[in-house]
């Protein structure tokens, strides 16, 4: 039976980052990963094989036909009728995760890591750590890492299967929906309905809480929205759904809004309201590892189970369900096996929905800050006052600062518009070392560039904008 230091189960952004960075370390490390594509193994999870990846490059496709249809006049361009290859822009996004997921395989062949195609499963505990199943292989492990991630949470009157679909179904319709319900306004049903509308799909979106992006800051919220119906979106917020049939002509879904039974027919139907801890095949309840009323695996600040020898990493442990918070406590954790300092700052993981325009945020609301006590001051400048925003015809939408009104330090950032989501990495790393706005403001910015509205936004905090 082969010995490791580390067996990683799940190969998905926590999992394949924890194995190489274990391996880099000096430890003699395996993976075990079940998920599987056209039929075979393929390394990194739901991010790389159906969700961020493949989402983002249908996102591009799509955008680039809304750019030719309705912006290329403006600049002088002529072009004929634009019409979309559905069968070859699916073809690139699969081309696109084949690079990504085979260059995860060449990344393990590199490292030495060892990689097991299937379930991973916990058999027994021994003295010197941890008998585990690695796809019908039975292994020893000093350390098990479970990186099992998450699955789409379905809704009980609408089972994925036919015409109704989570993110998977959504990234591989065979031609553009003629109407596309969206049950869900979080990040995958906006992404997702946002392709296919820019592709002619006519979309309605349907949430039960009252408002939209409540997570959010208010005026992202309310900026973004806007934006979104002006394009064609159409939401219904305060939804309670009570119905959901499939026929040979699609879907029928009968909702109340404001006290109104409302029936709607669509050809598919995205269902996104939410994932789902993965620990299905672990062997869970067989060893003993404790899970919290949700099915989370419960961790310590260490990433400790209950379970001597037994750690568990990203989506499975809930929190902010995001590729790089798993990948950073992968890091981290890898760290800390092999006695260093690993940590996670949780205050500043950045959260970002790549719609056009895009959104982006890091740290305290405005609202959240008064919640919690501390007084504040915000800046705010708008993407409209750039040159370089004006120049690339997207000019929509603000940045905002929030800071410590006593202090100064940077509390939060806040961002609607073309390219925040690249612009969100600045203010997260002066926030990483507890910066203020001043020294965001003071910090020389390229011109022309959209970065230039975060430094304005950063000066307005002490009301002393330039170019406002």
Known sequence: MDSFDVVVIGGGPGGYVAAIRAAQLGLKTACVDAFERNGKASLGGTCLNVGCIPSKAL??????????????????????EVTVDVAKMLARKDSVVDKLTGGIAYL????????????????????????????????KAKHVIVATGSNPRALPLAPFGGNVVENSGALAFDRVPGKL??????????????????LGAEVTVLEALPGFLMAADDAVAKEALKQFQKQGLDFHFGVNITKVEQTGEGVTVTYTEKEQEVTAQFDKLIVSIGRVPNTNGLNAEGVGLALDERGFVKVDSHYRTN????????????????????????????????????????????????TSPEIAWAGLTEKQAKDKGIAVKTGQFPFSANGRALGHGHATGFVKIVADAQTDKLLGAHMVGAGVSELI????AIMEFGGSSEDLGRTIHAHPTL??????????????????
């Not at 590729?323 to 205050?347: F, I, P, R, S």
């Not at 304005?456 to 002393?464: C, G, I, Q």
């Open 59 to 80: 996102l591009d496709t799509s955008e680039k036909v809304e750019v030719a249809k309705h912006d290329f006049a403006e600049h002088g361009i002529s072009v004929g």
């Open 108 to 139: 393990f062949k590199k490292n030495k890591i060892t990689s097991f195609f299937g379930l991973g499963k916990f058999v027994r505990q021994e003295p010197d750590g941890w008998v585990v199943d690695c796809a019908g292989t039975e292994v």
């Open 181 to 198: 319900g969206v049950i869900g306004a979080g990040v995958i049903g906006l992404e997702l309905g946002s392709v296919w509308r820019r």
């Open 307 to 354: 379970l001597p020898g037994v750690y568990a990493i990203g989506d499975v442990i809930g929190g902010a369900m995001l590729a790089h918070k798993a990948e950073e406590e992968g890091v981290a954790l890898a760290e800390m096996l092999a006695g260093q300092a690993g940590h996670v700052n949780y205050d500043v993981i950045p959260w970002i929905i790549y």
């Open 425 to 428: 990495a600045e203010v997260v």
């Open 451 to 468: 970065s230039e509205v975060v430094k304005e936004a950063a000066l307005a905090v002490e009301k002393r904008a330039i170019h406002m």
